[in-house]
């Protein structure tokens, strides 16, 4: 039972211009949704989280929306760099009970000159 | 670097072999995570522990072991090895048991299993 899915394995985009990285999710129980980035070779680094009772959460470049109505979010980073190009990962969270962290299964990102 | 350490960074052994990955958290956290990623899949949550006690458990094998020691150092134990256990094991730790998912995750294992 997949609860947090990226349905795209990877995203191509040109340096400058928007990119848009979606995840849709299934419990409503989730009390934070995050987006975390990874390089290769390196562990997933925080990047950007949103409290279920928010919409919007915006950190310079980065911003996370979240349509609980849709079960959707998603991370818009502009203007693109090279540097985005990562592996990104969406996951929520739930503050009652035992914190099990779950994760999609990530997005890559290519940020092309 | 996120201040999480992990060893050893490569590990390749046969089926049916025991290995152990180590984890030391950031200084002054105390709850480690253990998280499995296969090949192209999400990470997925093993176990977690707080303060040298078991605290949450996901989808760990019984063949799948943890513990936390006094020093807050973590270890993850595999036993009777499949080559489904191939995979990258990651460790994250974090200060308080519960928080919004801001975890900081070590570099990883690797694990080959041939």
């Known amino acids: 039972d997949q609860q947090v899915k990226q349905n795209s394995p990877s995203l191509s985009v040109q340096e400058g211009r928007i990119s848009i990285l979606n995840c849709d999710y299934t419990n409503s129980m989730f009390d934070y949704f995050l987006w975390y980035k990874k390089y290769p070779a390196e562990g997933p680094t925080f990047l950007i989280s949103i409290s279920s009772i928010k919409d919007k959460n915006e950190d310079g470049r980065f911003t996370v929306f979240l349509n609980k109505s849709a079960k959707h979010l998603s991370l818009h980073i502009v203007p693109s760099q090279p540097g985005d190009s990562a592996v990104y990962f969406c996951?929520?969270?739930?503050?009652?009970?035992?914190?099990?962290?779950?994760f999609g299964q990530g997005t890559r990102l290519t940020i092309n000159p | 670097d996120s201040g999480v350490t992990q060893t050893p960074k490569h590990l390749i052994t046969a089926t049916g072999q025991r290995v152990t990955l180590r984890c030391s958290p950031r200084s002054g956290d105390l709850s480690v995570y253990w998280y499995q990623q296969s090949l192209d899949q999400g990470l997925q949550f093993l176990i977690q522990?707080?303060?040298?006690?078991?605290?949450a458990k996901g989808n760990i094998l019984e063949r799948f072991s943890a513990q936390q020691f006094p020093d807050l150092h973590s270890e993850l134990n595999l036993s009777s090895l499949e080559l489904g256990d191939s995979a990258l094991y990651f460790c994250?730790?974090?200060?308080?048991?519960?928080?919004?998912?801001?975890?900081?995750f070590g570099e990883g294992s690797r694990l080959t299993v041939l």
């Open positions: 994250a730790s974090s200060v308080l048991p519960r928080n919004t998912g801001e975890l900081f």
């Open positions: 996951a929520a969270n739930t503050i009652q009970g035992a914190q099990k962290l779950v």
């Open positions: 522990y707080y303060n040298g006690e078991e605290r």
